[in-house]
């Protein structure tokens, strides 16, 4: 059973730092693109950040640009996402996805990712 698992969400201060880490089981998925994406009460999912199969290529949305890196390490079939400069306005759940695409870059479109973690709760406070 292919599993991914959030973990480091929490509660921060504004301008403080968290990092969260995806951890992959069932299967590997160093050869295919994983990203993160983020829901905040009330709103729609939005893409955060995406990365390649080998973490050669990287995207991230305008909203955390310069503040928020992602990041993988293919020996543990985990990915990371380094969030500093944290602002209230980036609590929300944050969920890992992981693409079954060989070989593409990376995916901004949460359809392009067949697997999803459970999601791990992000609150900024002012």
């Known amino acids: 059973q292919v599993r991914l698992v959030e973990s480091g969400g929490g509660l921060v201060q504004a301008g403080g730092s968290l990092r969260l880490s995806c951890a992959a089981s069932?299967?590997?998925?160093?050869?295919?693109?994983m990203a993160w994406f983020r829901q905040a009460p009330g709103k729609e999912r939005e893409f955060v950040a995406a990365?390649?199969?080998?973490?050669?290529?990287?995207k991230a949305a305008d909203s955390v640009k310069g503040r928020f890196t992602i990041s993988r390490d293919n020996a543990k079939n985990t990915v990371y996402l380094q969030m500093n400069s944290l602002k209230p306005e980036d609590t929300a759940v944050y969920y890992c996805?992981?693409?079954?695409?060989?070989?593409?870059?990376?995916?901004?479109?949460?359809?392009?990712?067949?697997?999803w973690g459970q999601g791990t709760q992000v609150t900024v406070s002012s």
């Open positions: 996805a992981a693409s079954t695409v060989v070989g593409h870059t990376y995916y901004t479109s949460g359809g392009m990712y067949a697997y």
């Open positions: 069932g299967r590997t998925f160093n050869d295919a693109p």
């Open positions: 990365i390649n199969w080998n973490g050669g290529s990287t």
